[in-house]
């Protein structure tokens, strides 16, 4: 379709274009990730070991797994976003497709 008839959709540019870019982006978030928890890791018990650094330490574990579900939640949010724009050209695409329209599917 060329736009004359109503909406065109650029299904490869979405596909190509902004669903790569989620997917990169995902793959930079879990890195971070990645290189978050292990700064933890190598921190140890980075509160110090005097009165202010015991009463961080108490709320420390839910702070850290907070940190992360927050992580997790976010390349959730891109691997679905991810997913939905690649469904999306797909099924642009296939409207666009002759032979999915003679097989009663566009």
Request: proline share 3%.
């Amino acid at each position: 379709m060329d736009g004359a008839e109503g909406y065109a959709a650029e299904w490869e540019r979405i596909r190509r274009q902004r669903g790569g870019q989620a997917a990169d982006e995902a793959a930079f978030v879990k890195d971070v990730r990645d290189d978050v928890r292990e700064a933890f890791a190598t921190a140890g018990r980075p509160m110090g070991h005097d009165q202010y650094g015991a009463e961080l330490e108490k709320h420390y574990p839910q702070l850290k797994e907070q940190i992360f579900a927050a992580f997790d939640a976010y390349i959730e949010e891109l691997d679905g976003l991810h997913t939905g724009l690649q469904d999306t050209a797909a099924h642009y695409g296939g409207a666009e497709d002759p032979r999915s329209r003679e097989r009663g599917q566009g």
